[in-house]
């Protein structure tokens, strides 16, 4: 059964780049190419070069893309936490189903890893990684504020950088070995947040 060419502007966008996440996924962005995408999206060879004519230009949308997806699971994890608590349980728990989430299906987090390092060599590309980036920190930081913990920026930068670690090192252990990895060391980590000290 042939699956239906999405209709209009915006939704040939994202069709295009939700197949960029398993293109990449598969392939690094090496891989990228407008010609692989257009076979990947299951479109008419050209139809990437319509929306998004030069590479960086893909790169910037797929970057936000991305971002957005990710952001998104995120919002989502940090809505449900409870408010007014000093148990860690529901933030450890939430934290490593979410991971869970990307790692099960790691195209989404191997292509915002590619993303970063190549938005080092690319200067263009750093606006949007930088505003994913602040974005990720903030909605963090709002979590940790509300817990009435001092120094939330620094906090929500640590966890973030720690949490995408933890994520990425994941990927290399064996499939049935992942699960038990994340929960233990998201609660290590969770934990010692919780027990630091400020001034």
């Not at 920190?137 to 966890?159: I, P």
């Not at 947040?193 to 001034?199: G, I, K, N």
Request: aromatic residues 2%.
């Amino acid at each position: 059964m042939t699956t239906p060419r999405p209709e209009g502007t915006l939704a040939r966008q994202t069709h295009l780049l939700d197949a960029a996440i398993g293109v990449v996924g598969e392939s690094g962005l090496r891989g990228l190419t407008h010609r692989a995408l257009d076979r990947a999206a299951g479109l008419p060879e050209g139809s990437c070069s319509v929306y998004y004519r030069t590479r960086l230009a893909l790169l910037t949308a797929l970057t936000d893309h991305v971002a957005g997806r990710m952001m998104h699971d995120v919002q989502q994890l940090t809505d449900s936490l409870p408010v007014g608590t000093d148990d860690p349980t529901c933030a450890i728990d939430g934290t490593t189903q979410l991971l869970l989430g990307w790692v099960r299906d790691p195209a989404l987090l191997l292509t915002i890893s590619e993303l970063s390092l190549e938005a080092v060599r690319t200067p263009s590309l750093q606006d949007s990684m930088r505003a994913w980036r602040r974005g990720l920190v903030d909605l963090v930081g709002s979590v940790v504020e509300r817990e009435h913990k001092g120094a939330s920026h620094q906090r929500a930068q640590t966890v973030v950088a720690a949490l995408e670690g933890v994520a990425i090192g994941s990927l290399s252990l064996p499939a049935d070995e992942r699960e038990a990895y994340l929960a233990s060391t998201v609660s290590l980590l969770v934990k010692a947040m919780s027990d630091l000290e400020t001034d």
